[in-house]
């Protein structure tokens, strides 16, 4: 399902997750600013990227400056190679992991054989192909800018690595002026082919982004594969999971 950037809250604008799962297809976040605006995840793929670009365009918000990655999963990272212009910006363990994707001979053959030999990839390799119409300049894209436990960047958004089950290098980016705290995928359980019996989300961590001490307050939270949450809404999920 293809869909439409609309305005959050203040100046953060909000693409949505394709609600197929069988896509994996998360949301992508445009923060605005007039000094050039920033991306949180890139989509999986340049073909999301360019909707996404257009959008922004039509929706008259400046070109973006910055792009920041959530973690180093294929679907918030595949399409940062249709922004050359910007400066990628993530966490030093996922830079590390990037790298070696890079090297790896994507391509339809390519996801096949991977799939063949382990079968708990296919999910995740199908939704590749599907994404992947076409391979032409095709490349994965390490951050430019790498960092370890948190980084402010102009105009006051907020970078912290928090960790968690999902991936070593999730990070979340707290907008405090637009009262956002955009969650990437931090408190899913782990990945399809590494999850086992029984995991779930990581409520522990959940806990830890709604302690305003530590993170502060915010009216939205947002993570990749659902529609914003409230605060409130984060906390009756938490209680879902005996927090």
Not at 121 to 140: E, T, Y
Request: proline share 7%.
């Amino acid at each position: 399902m293809q869909g439409s950037l609309r305005n959050l809250a203040g100046r953060v604008w909000w693409y949505p997750h394709d609600e197929d799962h069988d896509n994996i297809q998360g949301g992508v976040a445009v923060i605005a600013d007039d000094s050039g605006s920033v991306l949180v995840d890139a989509g999986n793929s340049p073909a999301v990227a360019r909707r996404i670009r257009a959008e922004i365009e039509a929706a008259g918000l400046p070109a973006p400056r910055r792009l920041i990655y959530t973690h180093h999963h294929w679907d918030h990272v595949w399409g940062a190679c249709a922004w050359p212009d910007v400066e990628v910006i993530g966490h030093r363990a996922g830079a590390r992991i990037l790298e070696a994707e890079a090297r790896r001979p994507w391509g339809h053959r390519y996801l096949r054989e991977e799939a063949a030999a382990d079968p708990r990839l296919g999910p995740s390799f199908r939704a590749r192909a599907r994404a992947m119409a076409s391979w032409d300049r095709f490349a994965v894209v390490p951050p430019h800018t790498k960092f370890d436990d948190a980084l402010t960047l102009p105009g006051g958004i907020e970078v912290r690595h928090v960790g968690g089950r999902h991936a070593e290098d999730s990070t979340v980016v707290a907008v405090p002026d637009s009262g956002v705290l955009l969650l990437g995928d931090c408190f899913y359980p782990p990945p399809y082919h590494l999850r086992q019996p029984g995991d779930t989300y990581d409520g522990e961590l959940i806990r830890s982004l709604l302690d305003e001490g530590r993170f502060g307050r915010f009216d939205w939270y947002v993570d990749s594969h659902h529609q914003p949450r409230t605060g409130q809404e984060v906390r009756e999920l938490l209680a879902t999971l005996g927090g």
